[in-house]
């Protein structure tokens, strides 16, 4: 089933796809600057917290799902010094900025390669990659079925996936606090910000209609991940999910 990302409902695939192309190729260049506003400045924390969650080794080749200006595989390759890291992304002006950034030196030495790739239908084969991670990702797709299909494909048996995404809080005052900062500041505050107010109406939305922590847990068991455990941050404002294919 295909869903429109912006309200969880079902609708043709190239709907949200054409969207999420058009807002990030947009904003390629200020995506850094989109991204702190976007989760409040917080998202420093929160992927040095995905960085501890992952179960990433030194002779690892690494997949980045979503990747776009390289946040995570820079991170990854800092934090855990892989062997290889593959940072793909579906809009190429998001890896554009990557690439500058690696040619800058911030991967510290660990060997990158970027590609454009659409999560849904990856072009690697099947158990290729140790390990897999992904941040803001999953719910900019509207089949995340297929999606989180394809990365159990890649993955080595007894490979992890890495998954950091807003998510639910499960405090009512603090889930009802935060869904008017969502509603109401986020659009005019971001809008103020990055001058594209359209990219935080969606940003608001597509995480109204995302699944809560349970879930995103559910969808990855359908897709036959095991042992699915996740971590929430400010409160469940975000969570960090590490999912694992199975050793057999
Ligand atoms: C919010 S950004 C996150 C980028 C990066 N992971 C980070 O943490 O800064 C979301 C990214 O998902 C990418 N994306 C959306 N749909 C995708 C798909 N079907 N396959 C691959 N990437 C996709 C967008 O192009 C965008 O770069």
Redesign the pocket.
Known sequence: MSID?ATGKEAPADL??AR??E???AI?KK??R??AV?SFGA?KAW?AGMMRQAPIGPDDDVL??????????FSVARAKRPAHIQC????SE??DVARMHYADGKACGVPVDFE??????IPYADKSYDAI?????I?????RDR?LGEMFRVLKPGGSLVC?EFSTPPNAVWRALYGFYLKHLIPFWGGLITGDREGFVY?ARSIKAFPDQQGLAAMMEKAGFEDVIWKNYTGGIAAVHVARKPAR
């Open positions: 990302t949200s796809s999420v192309k807002i990030f190729s390629a995506y850094e989109f991204n976007s998202y992927l980045d799902i979503a990747g776009g200006t390289g946040d995570v595989a793909t992304d579906l809009v998001m890896l454009v790739v659409d999560a849904q239908d991670t992904m941040a803001y990702g719910r900019n797709m509207p089949e999606a950091l940003l």
